[in-house]
């Protein structure tokens, strides 16, 4: 391990430098980012198993906080890589374009549902 107590302040000044002339990082978006259609989600969890970067996320059921759970992927996190479309059982993730990826999960997933009363009738659109 590296004894960085001991660095000289011209060191020190040396390595700031060379970090700070380092291009700043880019990260792409995605094509395509997966959205779950949760009217089609049985909350078996089996997309959660295949997600490398780990965001897809168990949320409460739409009914019950305890019953009935589904899931939802979170698009900041989501890389593309289409393997829990490829995977959902139930085929009810789509690989959606980035742009409109945000509206479709809002129009799709919890995003809507836990906004919803759930006392107050159908929770997804006939
Ligand atoms: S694999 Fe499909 S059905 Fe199962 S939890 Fe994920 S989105 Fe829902
Ligand atoms: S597309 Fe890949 S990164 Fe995005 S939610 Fe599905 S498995 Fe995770």
Known sequence: MFDYSDISEAKAKEIHDHVAEKPERKIKLPKT???????????????????????????????????????????????????CSKYCPWDTITMIPSAESFDKANEWTLRSVVKLDVTDGPLWKT
């Open 33 to 83: 980012l997966a959205v779950i259609n949760q009217s089609g989600c049985t909350g078996c969890e089996a997309c959660i198993q295949f997600c490398p970067v780990d965001c897809i996320e168990v949320v409460p059921g739409p009914r019950f906080v305890d019953m009935g759970k589904l899931v939802e992927v979170d698009l900041n996190r989501c890389i593309g890589c289409k393997l």
